[in-house]
């Protein structure tokens, strides 16, 4: 029983809402124990930050995914990851590791590379064919190339990948927030784009990166407690959920259960 369970209302969820994507940038693994036992109920996804899963022991990978597995979170490895493996023609050993270590979802992107929309289309169906769920993510690393993506562009990318089998797409907005997808340079939320997304696409499809506490506050208040929000640092798991429940001063009486 929480305390002051009394005061307080749990989030009723339907599948595929509320979801919480939390970025692993290397937390070690006893750290990462005493995080969950806290906070790992409010998680439902785990990113390996990147590429940093491949610059530690194996053992300790291995390790960390089990512990997220034990509290009911997916763990997968970061976009850039699979692009590095894409590029070297490598996707087949990327997928293996990946089973080996026990991972269960992979993420497919084209941030950093580009990656044809028939070439993406075979992967998103190697990946499902291999057992994986599949995330994939629209939008670039580079502003400047990510500048040049119309919201309409983005959004037919976001429903061609869920018509090819994709559980869930990211809108990419980096560890920062700022000048990418749906945020300016200053990392306020672009309000059109949002609205024109909003309009087009079942918004339950997607996972909005948001790193930013004032992107989590606009997306909660206008998309409701169980919109998905993910790029989630994993001290500030917490503090979102807290606004999620209408616990915070930013969201307090205004968002329902």
Not at 17 to 23: A, D, E, S, Y
Not at 35 to 49: C, N, R
Not at 149 to 164: A, G, S, W
Not at 168 to 191: M, P, S, T
């Amino acid at each position: 029983m929480n305390a002051f369970n009394f005061l307080t209302q749990d989030r009723v969820k339907e599948p595929g809402t509320g979801i919480t994507m939390m970025l692993d940038k290397g937390t070690g693994p006893k750290m990462l124990e005493d995080l969950l036992e806290i906070s790992g109920e409010h998680v439902d996804l785990a990113k390996f930050g990147w590429c940093t899963s491949a610059v530690y022991n194996e053992e300790i990978v291995k390790t960390k995914v089990e512990s997220y597995k034990a509290h009911g979170v997916v763990p997968y490895p970061g976009g850039t990851l699979f692009e590095v493996a894409y590029t070297q023609n490598k996707l087949e050993e990327f997928l293996n590791e990946a089973d080996k270590l026990g991972f269960e979802a992979i993420e497919i992107s084209d941030g950093s590379v580009d990656i044809p929309l028939e070439a993406r289309d075979e992967v998103i169906q190697n990946v499902k064919d291999n057992g994986f769920m599949v995330i994939t993510e629209v939008g670039k690393k580079d502003p400047q190339k990510d500048g040049e993506y119309t919201t309409q562009e983005r959004v037919e990318l976001i429903e061609h990948d869920i018509n090819m089998g994709a559980y869930k797409v990211l809108i990419e907005a980096r560890e920062g927030g700022k000048g990418i997808g749906i945020y300016d340079n200053a990392g306020n939320v672009k309000k059109d784009d949002v609205q024109r997304i909003a309009d087009s696409i079942d918004v339950k499809n997607v996972i909005w990166e948001a790193p930013q506490k004032n992107q989590q506050v606009y997306l909660i208040l206008k998309f409701g407690a169980n919109v998905n929000l993910g790029n989630i640092p994993p001290e500030e798991i917490i503090s979102l959920e807290t606004m999620r429940r209408g616990l915070r001063g930013d969201t307090l009486g205004k968002v329902n259960l």
